[in-house]
């Protein structure tokens, strides 16, 4: 069955860089983009950032825009989330989230992992 | 970016009724939207894709219609189960955007 588990999670102060991994099984994972969204303590979801599944291809939120930086390791069906200059607002669960389709990137995303806490704080 | 306004903000109802939830987007999505169902302290679990697609594994008192920009999420027979928040979310585009949430209370 599809699984995603993120992990990296943890308290950074603010300004600081935090990465954080998503790995991935139960699936062919070199054929699917990828995707991360957030939601902060109480409030809703926010999308992040995608991949597409050969890496050729990645698009931000604006929030978000110059300070992270998405990438994909389909040796090891990990995708990562850099974060550089963590602001307080970046505090959230990070969710990992697999596109709907095959080769695609312009569809919904179906599975999430379970997220992982950034608490940005100093 | 594509504005997405959720409505209501939340409901009060009872086991059996009928609930209805709408997503509204600022510019015309035709039907590029999903809708998310998600408990406290869990992920969020695909509903419906393309505005009107039931995801394999979801019960059939779920429904969507609508293309556009204007949504619409019934749930029918409301179940014990079924109290949630519920998010749409629209990938007619880059950056992904989600409604702002509605929260189904007993």
């Known amino acids: ?122 | 970016a594509i504005q997405m306004t959720q409505s209501p903000f939340s409901l009060s109802a009872s086991v059996g009724d009928t609930v209805t939830i709408t997503c509204r987007a600022s510019q015309d999505i035709r039907n590029d939207l999903g809708w998310f169902q998600q408990k406290a302290g869990r992920a969020p679990k695909l509903l419906i894709f393309s505005a009107s697609t039931l995801q394999s594994g979801v019960p059939s008192r779920f429904s969507g219609s609508g293309s556009g920009t204007d949504f619409t999420l019934t749930i029918s027979s409301l179940q014990p189960e079924d109290f949630a928040t519920y998010y749409c979310l629209q990938d007619y585009n880059y950056p992904r955007t989600f409604g702002q949430g509605t929260k189904v209370e007993i």
């Open chain 1, 1 to 122: 069955q599809v699984q995603l588990v993120e992990s990296g999670g943890g308290v950074v102060q603010p300004g600081r860089s935090l990465r954080l991994s998503c790995e991935a099984s139960g699936f062919n994972f070199y054929s699917y983009a990828m995707h991360w969204a957030r939601q902060a303590p109480g409030k809703g979801l926010e999308w992040v950032a995608v991949i597409w599944y050969d890496g050729s291809k990645k698009e931000y939120a604006d929030s978000v825009k110059g300070r992270f930086t998405i990438s994909r390791d389909n040796s090891k069906n990990t995708v990562y989330l850099h974060m550089d200059s963590l602001r307080a607002e970046d505090a959230a669960v990070y969710y990992c989230a697999r596109d709907l389709l095959r080769y695609s990137g312009y569809d919904t995303v179906d599975y999430w992992g379970q997220g992982t806490l950034v608490t940005v704080s100093s």
